[in-house]
């Protein structure tokens, strides 16, 4: 295997092992000292993004479907890249996305099995990190908003998610370039 064969495996497991064992601890024990932080709370998604679902069984397994669908081309796109010689970056930041999403999809094909709530495909996505910097009431006195509770990025997520989002944002930012001369 090549040095950036090695770069790119070295990052996907990385990523997978941090976001699992975070995961799996912030599940497994409770009164952990790591629930005293300011930035971990412990939610479990059985949807996407922000929460969001596709109804019932069939969607959860449409959604667990479509991961490892994605996952797979990545890993191929991945994997052409390499053979092409393509610049280390945009394959650590493919490598990036590949682990998120791998992260995840661990979590909605087995964490149901393995802690018994419900069969394959039907796990709940472990989510843990939560910036909540600052919140608020809106003044009364303000039109529309007036008594309304404001929470500054209320989302949370996990180390996966944050691998996704940092794996687009760096290529978007700084490989460009990548993307204009088409190299897949």
């Known amino acids: 295997m090549t040095k950036k064969g090695w770069i790119s495996i070295s990052v996907i497991f990385f990523v997978l092992i941090i976001d699992q064992l975070l995961k799996i601890h912030i599940k497994t024990t409770p009164l952990s000292p790591l629930h005293n932080l300011f930035f971990i709370d412990f939610v479990e998604n059985n949807g996407m993004a922000f929460g969001v679902e ?3 069984v069939g969607g959860k397994y449409v959604l667990t479907s479509f991961r490892l669908v994605a996952s797979f081309v990545i890993a191929y796109l991945i994997r052409r890249m390499i053979i092409r010689k393509v ?3 945009v394959l650590v930041g493919f490598s990036m996305i590949l682990a998120g999403a791998l ?9 149901g099995i393995i802690f018994d709530y419900a069969p394959l495909m039907q796990g709940r996505v472990v989510d843990m990190l939560h910036f ?6 809106w003044p009364d006195w ?10 500054f990025f209320a989302p949370i997520f996990n180390i996966a998610d944050a691998s996704i989002t940092t ?3 760096y290529l978007l930012i ?10 897949f």
Request: glycine share 14%; net charge neutral.
């Open 54 to 56: 596709l109804p019932g």
């Open 87 to 89: 610049d280390t970056g």
């Open 103 to 111: 992260g995840n999809i661990i979590d909605s094909l087995f964490y």
């Open 132 to 137: 909540h910097l600052f919140h608020f009431y």
């Open 142 to 151: 303000l039109p529309w908003l007036g008594g309304n509770y404001f929470q």
């Open 167 to 169: 794996g687009i944002a």
């Open 174 to 183: 700084f490989h460009r370039k990548f993307f204009k001369e088409n190299h």
